[in-house]
């Protein structure tokens, strides 16, 4: 089956530190992978996604890389702000299915 | 518009009231979604309507009905819900040909049933 791992929360960091929030997948086929961002009190909007292996994504200064070899899609930024702080959840889908597979979202808290 | 729009934000609703979720998006997507999300929990899918005709009921309690009374819009009815029935109701929105591009959400509606 299709599923997605993710490091567990809560991660607390200080403003300006590097961000790591790993994410692997199992999947049938050729998954699109991506990271959606929840702030509080807010629906999911879609941070970044890579649909091929290699493909990089990025936005707002975060950055992910399709990794087949380990499946993996970690994400990554290299400065954090206070305005980071939300739930991100890895997410994925397998072409010809109707679904997005969640994992359980990471809780990010950035201290000033 | 790259939205996808929901009303209410907010709903409190008795276990006898019947009441219903909007949803509404004018990308031109033709597959729209219902999600339910628990507090700290990632969203779980209800329901998807492709081309205004469900083609996924994960089993939800028949007290949720959905409706897709054209590609625009998709409802969702509440009728005899229960306490443990209160989430966040999510919905949202894909290109059928490209779902590999990712869905958009709305911001949601946050039922609580008393």
């Known amino acids: 089956g299709n599923s997605v791992t993710q490091m567990e929360g809560p991660v607390t960091l200080s403003e300006e530190a590097f961000l790591t929030i790993n994410c692997t997948y199992t999947?049938?086929?050729?998954?699109?992978l991506f990271w959606y961002v929840q702030y509080p009190g807010e629906g999911l909007q879609l941070l970044l996604k890579?649909?091929?292996?290699?493909d990089k994504g990025s936005n707002k200064g975060f950055e992910a890389t399709y990794r087949k070899e380990t499946t993996s899609f970690h994400l990554e930024k290299g400065s954090v702000q206070v305005s980071d702080s939300a739930v991100y959840f890895c997410?994925?889908?397998?072409?010809?299915?109707?679904?997005?597979?969640f994992g359980q979202g990471t809780r990010l808290t950035i201290n000033p | 518009d790259t939205e996808v729009t929901q009303t209410p934000k907010h709903l409190v609703m008795g276990m006898t009231n019947k009441k219903s979720l909007k949803c509404e998006q004018h990308?031109?997507?033709?597959?729209m979604y219902w999600y339910k999300q628990k507090a700290k929990k990632p969203p779980e899918l209800m329901f998807v309507?492709?081309?205004?005709?469900?083609?996924i009921n994960e089993s939800v309690p028949s007290r949720f009905s959905p409706e897709c009374p054209n590609s625009s819009l998709l409802n969702l009815h509440l009728h005899a819900l229960q306490p443990e029935d209160s989430a966040l109701y999510l919905c949202?929105?894909?290109?059928?040909?490209?779902?590999?591009?990712?869905?958009?959400f709305g911001s949601g509606t946050r039922l609580t049933v008393v």
């Open positions: 990308m031109g997507h033709r597959a």
């Open positions: 997410a994925l889908s397998v072409q010809g299915a109707q679904k997005l597979v």
């Open positions: 999947a049938t086929g050729y998954p699109s």
């Open positions: 949202a929105s894909s290109d059928t040909a490209r779902r590999n591009y990712g869905y958009t």
């Open positions: 890579a649909t091929k292996a290699d």
């Open positions: 309507y492709s081309y205004e005709k469900l083609s």
